[in-house]
């Protein structure tokens, strides 16, 4: 990062000392910390013009619609997405992979059918998957890891075909960091004329993505992980399928004329945008994208490149260590200490001041794959520097020495 100083600067939270030293947060793939200008954004939406939008005429109204269809303009932009018609503000990658999954796989989907996942997949990309797999009688297929967890676009030629109706798949794994080669397997499926629903959750935060050069037909992300609020995020969708769609959720913005027997819905992009609309957390995603072009994406990516290179570097100088994932990664490190449980290690690291995560990590098939019950979690973003690491590492080296004594 050009100055890393002046992006620290910008996150108060970083500037505080946890049980006596100060804060190393290692956790941005759970959520990422926030830039004061977003929580500025936030501020002045409830400070000065908070109110509903569309339907209000008086001024508060207006410019709170202003503040939330103009971040979806950010949005489309941030993106590249060919319209704001195909941007849907919704309240996470959850909620937007349920959706595709209710919506247009319910409708699509018939026995015989088949939807290919991969084994890295978050929870939130499996679950829905089978249970539209069930209310249909498709067919779930995974694809199999190579040993460094990576896949092969191989085994993707040979398990996509014709059966194949749906490709679910993570851009990058928030497990092995994995980057998957979306615009490949895009091609691939749509070569079979399937469709291609990817998980950004752990992409779009941390890499430039166009959305239009990949070629998917879904893509779904989360504010909170790209320095936004929690409770907001997005789904994209081509034009042409989210108008055969239909909504999830009825009531209130989403309608167009309500008769006693019958209803019609919106346009899009609001007929999937039931309810009172996530207007605050819209206009603080599109503070966050804001920023992000500020510091540019080009520029985060080659810094937290660099962050885990090092990472990896010194980590492997510890005996014992076991670190899950390819050599060319996002920005995360997923790994296990010999003899220490992942919760005690990091109960250990946050007792020196180290935010790291411990658990399954919304992966349990992987876990199962990996032949371990749970693993320790590392991840960096735009405001960690080597001192972090440092910090993170010598955390390790003395958490190491202490579970050796004690056992």
């Given at each position: 990062m050009t100055n890393l100083d002046y992006v620290r600067s910008h996150f108060p939270i970083l500037d505080q000392e946890v049980n006596e030293h100060p804060l190393v947060y290692l956790d941005s793939a759970a959520t990422s910390q926030k830039p004061k200008s977003v929580i500025e954004a936030l501020?002045?939406?409830?400070?000065?013009?908070?109110?509903?939008?569309h339907r209000g005429v008086h001024t508060l109204g207006s410019h709170a619609t202003d503040g939330y269809e103009g971040a979806r303009e950010k949005v489309k932009n941030f993106i590249n997405a060919s319209s704001i018609k195909e941007t849907i503000f919704m309240r996470g990658t959850t909620t937007a992979l349920n959706t595709v999954a209710y919506s247009y796989a319910r409708t699509n989907l018939s026995e015989g059918d088949e939807i290919v996942l991969t084994l890295m997949e978050h929870h939130s990309n499996i679950i829905p998957w089978q249970q539209a797999a069930k209310a249909t009688g498709a067919t779930l297929k995974y694809l199999p890891l190579q040993e460094d967890g990576t896949i092969s676009l191989d085994d993707v030629r040979e398990m996509v075909t014709e059966k194949?109706?749906?490709?679910?798949?993570?851009?990058?794994?928030?497990?092995?960091?994995?980057i998957n080669p979306i615009k490949e397997v895009a091609q691939i499926a749509h070569e079979n004329d399937a469709v291609i629903v990817v998980d950004g959750a752990q992409s779009v935060p941390h890499m430039s993505v166009d959305v239009q050069d990949l070629d998917v037909d879904f893509y779904a992300f989360s504010a909170h992980k790209m320095c936004g609020p929690t409770g907001v995020g997005v789904l994209y969708g081509k034009q042409s399928l989210l108008e055969e769609m239909e909504p999830v959720e009825f009531g209130g913005e989403m309608i167009d004329f309500v008769e006693l027997y019958d209803s019609t819905w919106k346009e899009l992009p609001w007929k999937f945008e039931g309810g009172t609309p996530i207007i605050a957390g819209a206009i603080g995603l599109g503070a966050a994208i804001d920023y992000l072009n500020e510091i540019g994406m080009?520029?985060?990516?080659?810094?937290?490149?660099?962050?885990?290179?090092?990472?990896?570097?010194?980590?492997?100088?510890?005996?014992?260590?076991?670190?899950?994932?390819?050599?060319?990664?996002?920005?995360?490190?997923?790994?296990?200490?010999?003899?220490?449980?992942?919760?005690?290690?990091?109960?250990?690291?946050?007792?020196?001041?180290?935010?790291?995560?411990?658990?399954?990590?919304?992966?349990?098939?992987?876990?199962?794959h990996l032949?371990?019950?749970?693993?320790?979690?590392?991840?960096?973003?735009?405001?960690?520097?080597?001192?972090?690491?440092d910090v993170f590492v010598d955390g390790l080296k003395k958490a190491k020495e202490y579970f050796g004594d004690v056992f």
């Amino acid at each position: 990062m050009t100055n890393l100083d002046y992006v620290r600067s910008h996150f108060p939270i970083l500037d505080q000392e946890v049980n006596e030293h100060p804060l190393v947060y290692l956790d941005s793939a759970a959520t990422s910390q926030k830039p004061k200008s977003v929580i500025e954004a936030l501020e002045g939406y409830y400070n000065r013009y908070n109110s509903n939008v569309h339907r209000g005429v008086h001024t508060l109204g207006s410019h709170a619609t202003d503040g939330y269809e103009g971040a979806r303009e950010k949005v489309k932009n941030f993106i590249n997405a060919s319209s704001i018609k195909e941007t849907i503000f919704m309240r996470g990658t959850t909620t937007a992979l349920n959706t595709v999954a209710y919506s247009y796989a319910r409708t699509n989907l018939s026995e015989g059918d088949e939807i290919v996942l991969t084994l890295m997949e978050h929870h939130s990309n499996i679950i829905p998957w089978q249970q539209a797999a069930k209310a249909t009688g498709a067919t779930l297929k995974y694809l199999p890891l190579q040993e460094d967890g990576t896949i092969s676009l191989d085994d993707v030629r040979e398990m996509v075909t014709e059966k194949t109706k749906i490709v679910a798949m993570a851009h990058v794994s928030n497990v092995l960091g994995t980057i998957n080669p979306i615009k490949e397997v895009a091609q691939i499926a749509h070569e079979n004329d399937a469709v291609i629903v990817v998980d950004g959750a752990q992409s779009v935060p941390h890499m430039s993505v166009d959305v239009q050069d990949l070629d998917v037909d879904f893509y779904a992300f989360s504010a909170h992980k790209m320095c936004g609020p929690t409770g907001v995020g997005v789904l994209y969708g081509k034009q042409s399928l989210l108008e055969e769609m239909e909504p999830v959720e009825f009531g209130g913005e989403m309608i167009d004329f309500v008769e006693l027997y019958d209803s019609t819905w919106k346009e899009l992009p609001w007929k999937f945008e039931g309810g009172t609309p996530i207007i605050a957390g819209a206009i603080g995603l599109g503070a966050a994208i804001d920023y992000l072009n500020e510091i540019g994406m080009e520029q985060i990516e080659k810094h937290e490149h660099e962050l885990v290179q090092y990472a990896l570097e010194q980590m492997n100088t510890i005996d014992g260590i076991t670190i899950y994932g390819p050599n060319e990664r996002a920005g995360l490190v997923t790994f296990n200490l010999d003899d220490v449980h992942p919760h005690d290690l990091a109960t250990a690291l946050d007792s020196l001041g180290v935010a790291v995560r411990a658990g399954h990590h919304c992966a349990q098939p992987l876990m199962k794959h990996l032949q371990v019950a749970a693993t320790a979690r590392a991840s960096f973003y735009m405001y960690n520097n080597k001192q972090d690491v440092d910090v993170f590492v010598d955390g390790l080296k003395k958490a190491k020495e202490y579970f050796g004594d004690v056992f």
